[in-house]
């Protein structure tokens, strides 16, 4: 489960630290107590910046620095693809093995692949993603957020 | 017997089982019992026996999985909770449950009608029981369907009413109108009497109940392991039932709930994996079902449980009913010919279960039961927990005999011998 | 292995068990995880692994005797209730009970502590607890000994007050007396802590709860797997441990009680055998322990904890607590030697159980206790249901390891070897 | 455990029926639901007559019974002793096979023995002596059962 990728975006993790933003939002994973504090700026529908800062696994943090990777400079549904995209992957218990097209999409998360068959850690890898689509959420109002999922 | 109980008809019965082939998965059933008689195990209502592939279950748990659930991180802890949790899908699937969120596992029956009992004392409105409420159950109740109530009615001032019984043995829902008001909050009544053997009409009684807004329980204790379930044909709010009268291990019941209703309802007790997080000074709750299941759960149980529920699904649900609806019209009609021999229930097999309760001249039940026990045959005598039913109708108690999906009409003809014994023996 | 676990002293520890000899009991702990890894299972204090004896007790009584208890006239259910019976007896022999009908099997020791909980709530003078009295616990309680309380004080209107922990992971009792007070009707304490691994002093405590007239309950969770236990002794009112933890099956837990409490106090859970008569309009109540026992109980689970009773009490409960004292000292001393490790609580081994809780640099314990799993070793991570105890130490979680009687030196060196394999793969 | 003696008490039980009398209890076996009415006269410390009615099994009917044949013209330390002896016995378990004393103290309700092998019927035994126990505590005051029970 500790693939190489995890563990770099652990030690080095992409956008770390709290920038101002236009929603902020603060997650709790009351099972193991990981938490983050996420903002999201945004410039119409493109992602300008998500910062953040938390405590948390090895997982928790390396997922919040692949999102931050991920999504930087997106537009929102494509966002949203990528967000729906890792989460089918994570609940897959391990039955997903990511095709060409999802390595494409998903990049340097589609190393999370094996952390979808611990059920206790999946909530960690998902906390950031969770977080964003809440703070998004706020951000652009849930409208916004509901019409880029069923693009 | 893995699969495939042909259905036999050696006896001219139709819908029996193939029992010789599931007499062989339970072990006790080769039991002898004072110098060497078979045991005629016949209280199945108190208590069913185990199939092996249930024990083989708890054996393979405790020796290859065990850990405690929820939060851990180790190989073991993750095969626990996924058996723990699997056990809570196969019973979901077993009541055709609209979510395994809405399947609680308690102890025992005792502990679900407890649950909602005491949830409804502590609960906001619209739910909340206090004075100037009204709680209805019926004369037939199981103890446990009657304590918790009038536990909740002392404390809370509310008023407990009941449906009484008729003659034959089944509810008299002819006042329904002025039994069920708009004062009333929950009705709670049993599916299937563990006395009588009658099987109650749910819909008059939910279609009142849903008219006046309160909400329904039912105890499903001798019908979950007997018949078909379909806690969403029902339209009941919460369901009840128990492991051990179904094949699984002692130490395990159900509680099925309603979602919102178990969202909105207050935690019981409290401690261990029911809680979101906790300070010193407050608690917030984990959401259903594991708001109310506080402290280790019994994981060997549920496991097993889930074994029973797969052993009677690979059966089938149907054609056990079948089979318990052949051998209790056999019995009835075998019994009907013992002398003196008075049924107290419905004497016909439509709308009962496989429990018939009888009384055998001024034979005391106690001298019934005995003499039938030298003989090998086990059955109850007594109250059967639900002493209301016997002051209802005039007697200190009964002789019960119950059956499942391993009786057989030779063992129904053992118990009418039994009785022309015991006849003999106090004449 | 029957009889006689001579002791070993292979590693130079004075007082270990054999434990070659012990863990050929313990089917599971012949187990491989992770391609052939063999198991180190270091997670005794979430649950224990159980001896082929309890299994086998367990197997028999399903095979050979399952009926339900009490009011049966047939022999299966005599049997049955011989046993479970039985069982309480040797639980109560184990804990030095005045008297057998001072045992409560309950489902687990949340539902023991929940039990006290709420029959204060609902007792009589001079044990009522309601608004204008005070509630006292600690710091270091198990969500199991929180939760209930907190909900108490909720519902009644009575102040929850607790001890502080000071930095060595100890009871702060500096100020008992304001603590405890006139007011206080229930001090509800840890015997050991589940997470520190404390031994907490009893006699300071009870002796300032007797002198203001207030009820002492011991959560001995942690502690009657491991050590003597002697209800007498400690001068409680009750105490609650639960079975899962002492090589028993899960499902069962125990509440002793003073057999004047009991008496007095109201019952809680209504129905099946907890009553003495039952009218549709009133019941009154069995004696204890029965009162406090409704609905089929946990029969083969008591069944199976009598006979790990029986297991420990064979072994010694002294020498088992011999063994792990050398087993914590070894830990603590090569724990110590990993660098960046910090022990939360005691660090040396007066007055401590075998757990022992700690932090690895800023490694997250969900790392830490992952990447031991795939080295075959089983710790728990997180806050072990005691999230004050993290809280208070300004961490949100802690590695977890336990010892029991079956654990060895060379577990001990894993670990510590595990450690520094951790560290350098997160380094 | 139905002996030929239990079975000729229970149909032909001695003394049966309410007599006048100096007490008058109430007697129930929660459990089983078996209960007896009982009054005894006394004549001094002489057992003058013990008259009973009630519901239940052969064994508690025919307990009754014997209880009195066996207790009627005697006083009250001599009947004491008996009650002892048979309650000694129906606690047995079975362990205790009466020997020519016993059998000469207690007769008829040596037969009894056999039922102290059922748990679940000793309570049924013993309803109708209880009674007359707590019958005699009512005529007589509790301190001459008390004296008689330390003779
Ligand atoms: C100190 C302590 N108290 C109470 C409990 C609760 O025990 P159970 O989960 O068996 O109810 C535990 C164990 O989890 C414990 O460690
Ligand atoms: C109708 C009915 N309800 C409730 C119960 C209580 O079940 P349990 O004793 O398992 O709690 C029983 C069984 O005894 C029953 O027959």
Known sequence: MYQEVILDHYKNPHGHGLRAGDAEVHHVNPTCGDEITLRVRYDGERIADVSYEGQGCSISQASASVLNELLVDRELPEALEIQRTFLELMQSRGQITPDDAMEELLQDAVAFAGVSKYPARVKCALLSWMAWKDATAQALGDEATARGEQS | MTEGHPVSDVSGLPGLLDTEAIRKDFPILDRTVHE???????????????????????????????????????????????????????????????????????KNASESL?????????????????SGTEIVITEMEHHSNIVPWQLLAQRT???????????????????????????????????????????????????????????????????????????????????????????????????????????????????????????????????????FEAGTPPIAQAVGLGAAVDYLTAIGMERIAAHERAITGYALERLSRVEGLRIIGPVTPEDRGATISFTLGD???????????????????????ARPVCLRYGIPATTRASFYLYSTPAEVDALADGLEYVRGFFG
């Not at chain 2, 009658?198 to 204790?221: F, K, M, W, Y």
């Not at chain 2, 207050?266 to 594991?290: D, K």
């Not at chain 2, 034979?363 to 927990?385: K, M, N, S, T």
Request: aromatic share 6%; with cysteine; glycine share 8%.
């Open chain 2, 157 to 291: 001032g509310a008023k407990l009413k009941w449906f009484g019984l008729t003659d034959e043995g089944r509810l008299d829902l002819s006042r329904i109108d002025e039994v069920i008001t708009e004062r009333t909050k929950i009705v709670s009544f049993v599916l299937v009497s563990n006395v009588l053997g009658t099987h109650n009409p749910v819909e008059a009684i939910v279609r009142r109940a849903q008219e006046v807004g309160a909400l329904v329980l039912i105890d499903a204790s001798q019908a979950a392991p007997h018949m078909p379930m379909d806690v969403q044909s029902l339209q009941a709010d919460f369901v009840a039932f128990t492991g051990h009268k179904m094949c699984g291990p002692t130490g395990i019941g159900v509680l099925w709930g309603r979602q919102e209703l178990l969202e909105d309802l207050p935690p019981f007790l409290g401690g261990g994996e029911m809680i979101e997080t906790v300070t010193m000074s407050s608690s917030t709750y984990a959401p259903a079902p594991h708001k």
């Open chain 2, 363 to 385: 034979i005391h039940p106690h001298d019934v039961g005995q003499v039938l026990d030298e003989q090998g045959i086990a059955v109850r005598v007594g109250h059967h927990c």
């Open chain 2, 36 to 106: 060497g008689r078979p045991l005629v195990y016949l209280d199945n209502a108190a208590s069913s026996q185990k199939p092996r592939q249930v024990l083989d279950a708890l054996a393979d748990y405790y020796e290859r999985h065990h850990a405690n659930v929820h939060r851990g991180v180790h190989v073991l802890a993750e095969e626990a909770t996924a058996l723990y949790e699997g056990a809570r899908d196969k019973v979901a699937a077993f009541i055709n449950a609209p979510s395994r969120d809405e399947v609680v596992f308690t």
């Open chain 2, 114 to 130: 407890n649950l909602v009992a005491n949830m409804l004392g502590l609960a906001d409105e619209p739910y909340r029981v206090d």
